[in-house]
């Protein structure tokens, strides 16, 4: 497995990977399953500072992970929400938790301070993933999506990638980091 910056000429292979998490699972609270031409305009908006990466196994994108804005406003921009995906036949393998630690140090180099992930629960499998990379349950937003005929609490967990300092580093664009 390699993995390597996500391109937007990735965007069918990400968008199949996603589209059953969105039609067939309350993993993502997406009740429509972006397209190519959806998943690229995301890749592009994260710009300099939002990484995608993917992981390839021989010539096939398995698994992606990102960084996105946390909250739009300007006080925010030291954190990040992230998120990771695997091809339903990559998990078992290490392949998500070796994407996601790379992620993490991505965001770590570029000089954000917190990593934020939002897990609709119950998902036992993502909550024992982001732990063993160190993040920790912050707290619960209960009963706050509906899908699926029910609806659901999102567990919040959160990773300190850097201690917080005054004035706040500036951010590097992930492309400088030179970690893949």
Do not use: C
């Amino acid at each position: 497995m390699r993995l390597r910056w996500a391109y937007p000429d990735d965007a069918a292979a990400i968008a199949g990977i996603y589209a059953p998490y969105v039609s067939g699972s309350v993993v993502s609270f997406e009740t429509e399953a972006p397209d190519e031409a959806e998943v690229r305009r995301r890749i592009e908006a994260g710009g300099a500072l939002h990484p995608w990466i993917v992981a390839q196994a021989d010539d096939a994108v398995i698994g992606y992970a990102y960084a996105g804005t946390f909250r739009p406003r300007a006080a925010y921009a030291h954190a990040v929400e992230t998120s990771v995906y695997l091809a339903a036949d990559a998990h078992g393998r290490g392949s998500g938790r070796r994407l996601y630690a790379k992620l993490i140090d991505i965001l770590v180099a570029q000089g954000f301070t917190q990593a934020i992930a939002a897990i609709a629960l119950p998902n036992e499998a993502s909550a024992r993933l982001h732990e063993a990379l160190g993040f920790v349950r912050a707290g619960i937003y209960r009963q706050v999506g509906y899908k699926l005929g029910e609806w659901h609490d999102v567990g919040l967990w959160q990773r300190t990638l850097a201690p917080a300092s005054n004035p706040p580093r500036e951010l590097v664009p992930f492309a400088r980091t030179d970690l893949l």
